[in-house]
């Protein structure tokens, strides 16, 4: 038993660690009609999900970032709140099938990129 809570501890330290890391810092930019909150590595590179909303707080952008470079799901939505485009990345190329719809949610083109 007491060897179990030595290894709890092991592994919370480990968490910790590994938390700071990988520490990221988060900014928060308000613009007149919209804000956005943006991550940041510690070389002040773009790095993980990126929002933006726009005056009503709808989301209205979602984007991912791999210290600098796009790279995973990109969603952009209407002010509506009815999503507009979903793209993909993998280390800065377009990948995937990237959709479009209109703003009443009919899609309306897609396009598969390798």
């Known amino acids: 038993m007491r060897n179990m809570g030595f290894k709890v501890l092991i592994i919370i330290v480990v968490l910790m660690v ?3 890391i990988d520490a990221q810092e988060i900014q928060v930019v308000e613009n007149q009609n919209s804000w ?12 993980g999900k990126c929002l933006a909303w726009n005056a009503d707080s709808v989301l209205i952008a979602e984007a991912n970032y791999l210290h600098g470079v796009k790279h995973g799901m990109w969603r952009i939505w209407y002010d509506n709140g009815q999503l507009a485009y979903q793209m993909y990345y993998s280390m800065g190329r377009k990948v995937g099938t990237w959709k479009y719809w209109n703003e009443k949610g009919v ?6 990129y390798m």
Request: aromatic share 4%; no cysteine; net charge neutral.
């Open 107 to 112: 899609l309306i083109n897609k396009k598969k």
């Open 18 to 20: 590994s938390i700071t």
């Open 36 to 47: 956005e909150e943006l991550q940041y590595d510690k070389q002040g590179e773009l790095h």
